[in-house]
């Protein structure tokens, strides 16, 4: 991502691909989304992380989703980070987060290398909670300054296997535009 060599990988399952098969009951089992964010340095073959459990729980549990979207905005140096299905902060059920987080990628990378302060690493992210932004498994493209959410669905609570009927779905069927203020 930015021009150092880092790579920068967050999110996601630690289990790999659910099954969806009659057993085990539940696909997506607790404590398996991946609560790290890994720096690697591609150049040099060294690497660090940060567990995003250290932060306050509107940033930590959007941080470690499945299927969210992102834009790394080269010029800027900017990650927007939409959307995703996991587990509530609180371990109680799964949702699809409706999150927009924002970072400098670069300062992100460096405070990640350098250990800095949990509150100071929480300070780089700006937070939005907009339920239109509540989708997994889409498609973002950025356009001439216009986000494009595309297609996708929602799903409330666990996603489990086939014949389940104690989780909600639905495709989104559309193409969602937005653009951002920086203000």
Same mark, same amino acid.
């Given at each position: 991502?930015?021009?150092?060599?880092?790579?920068?990988?967050?999110?996601?399952?630690?289990?790999?691909?659910?099954?969806?098969?009659?057993?085990?009951?539940?696909? #997506?089992?607790?404590?398996? &989304?991946?609560?790290?964010?890994?720096?690697?340095?591609?150049?040099?073959?060294?690497?660090? &992380? #940060?567990? !995003?459990?250290?932060?306050?729980?509107?940033?930590?549990?959007?941080?470690?989703?499945?299927?969210?979207?992102?834009?790394?905005?080269?010029?800027?140096?900017?990650?927007?980070?939409?959307?995703?299905?996991?587990?509530?902060?609180?371990? &109680?059920?799964?949702?699809?987060?409706?999150?927009?987080?924002?970072?400098?990628?670069?300062?992100?990378?460096?405070?990640?290398?350098?250990?800095?302060?949990? &509150?100071?690493?929480?300070?780089? #992210?700006?937070?939005?909670? %907009?339920?239109?932004?509540? !989708?997994?498994?889409? %498609?973002?493209?950025?356009?001439?300054?216009?986000?494009?959410?595309?297609?996708?669905?929602?799903? %409330?609570?666990?996603?489990?296997?086939?014949?389940?009927? %104690?989780?909600?779905?639905?495709?989104?069927?559309?193409?969602?535009?937005?653009?951002?203020?920086?203000?």
């Amino acid at each position: 991502m930015p021009n150092d060599g880092a790579l920068l990988v967050l999110g996601g399952l630690r289990q790999g691909l659910h099954t969806f098969k009659p057993a085990p009951e539940y696909n #997506f089992i607790r404590d398996n &989304s991946n609560n790290y964010i890994f720096v690697l340095d591609i150049d040099e073959g060294n690497q660090w &992380s #940060f567990d !995003v459990n250290q932060l306050k729980s509107e940033l930590s549990a959007p941080l470690q989703v499945n299927n969210q979207q992102f834009h790394y905005h080269r010029e800027s140096g900017i990650l927007h980070i939409i959307g995703g299905y996991m587990w509530k902060a609180d371990q &109680s059920d799964m949702k699809t987060f409706g999150t927009l987080i924002t970072a400098n990628a670069e300062k992100f990378i460096q405070a990640v290398k350098s250990g800095m302060a949990i &509150s100071e690493i929480e300070s780089l #992210f700006e937070y939005l909670q %907009d339920d239109r932004l509540a !989708v997994t498994i889409e %498609d973002l493209l950025v356009l001439n300054n216009n986000f494009y959410l595309v297609m996708g669905q929602w799903v %409330d609570g666990q996603n489990g296997a086939l014949g389940r009927t %104690d989780f909600t779905q639905e495709y989104t069927e559309e193409i969602r535009v937005f653009s951002l203020n920086p203000n």
